[in-house]
């Protein structure tokens, strides 16, 4: 829809022609492969996670452009959602009957990591919004995937992994869990020993083979580095809580 005035106020048709060809349709051609690759693991059960990175070009405040990044990222979920007359719809909203789950893990940032020498000259719009080298900037990006290990069985001790997180952005988790005893078990609450892993969420009580999910809230608070912490949690009818080591790798 832009591309006639990006092509227009650029100054170099050639270059900003360039770009949309080599460029932008690369990325659209990447996104269709995703969606296909989706299909069949969500079709099978699976449970992923995408984690995406928003970017922005240095042109605005950064609290804008952090704004300008999620708003990008919500742009590729309501893709996700709307692909295929809606096929991911239902592992989108948790609601798919072979379990399948499709999950988007924000990572946004606004222009601390645009390229060097990006104009963010407000008088200079040829440079800092319609040239190549800024267009470039507005982007995300698909980092990396995550497909969740089975349902951990619950008893005395357990680990799980949030894999790589940030320092400073809150992110939420869901521990799947299975009651593997002979008899009905409900956690009445978590105990951590750090605010910055807290549970926020206990299933009820899970039957006989059944499963249930635990919500884990990071927030983002700790330092860079590997992470590790302890979360107590309090099984109704036990003296003896079950212990959750939460591990994971803090980046800045």
């Not at 040829?126 to 267009?135: C, F, H, I, L």
């Not at 107590?232 to 800045?252: A, M, N, R, W």
Request: hydrophobic residues 35%; proline residues 6%; glycine residues 8%.
């Amino acid at each position: 829809m832009l591309f006639p005035t990006y092509r227009n106020e650029n100054g170099d048709a050639a270059a900003i022609d360039a770009f949309f060809r080599e460029e932008a349709e690369k990325g659209r051609t990447k996104l269709d492969a995703l969606v296909e690759a989706l299909k069949p693991a969500l079709e099978s059960g699976e449970r992923i996670t995408l984690d995406v990175r928003g970017h922005a070009s240095p042109l605005a405040k950064n609290d804008y452009n952090q704004n300008l990044s999620l708003r990008r990222i919500e742009s590729l979920r309501n893709h996700l959602r709307s692909v295929d007359n809606g096929k991911f719809q239902a592992f989108m909203d948790s609601s798919a009957t072979n379990g399948g789950v499709l999950r988007l893990r924000v990572l946004p940032f606004g222009e601390e990591r645009s390229a060097t020498g990006v104009s963010d000259d407000l008088k200079d719009l040829k440079r800092s919004v319609y040239s190549a080298d800024a267009a470039r900037e507005r982007r995300i990006e698909v980092e990396r995937f995550h497909i969740e290990e089975t349902a951990i069985p619950l008893g005395s001790t357990m680990h799980y992994s949030m894999g790589t997180v940030r320092q400073g952005v809150p992110q939420d988790f869901e521990i799947p869990v299975t009651n593997t005893g002979n008899t009905p078990l409900t956690i009445i609450r978590g105990r951590s020993s750090c605010d910055c892993v807290q549970v926020q969420q206990v299933p009820d009580a899970i039957p006989p083979g059944g499963t249930g999910i635990i919500g884990l809230h990071y927030s983002g608070r700790t330092r860079p580095g590997p992470l590790e912490r302890l979360i107590q949690l309090e099984i109704e009818g036990s003296t003896t809580p079950f212990e959750l080591t939460v591990q994971g790798d803090v980046i800045e």
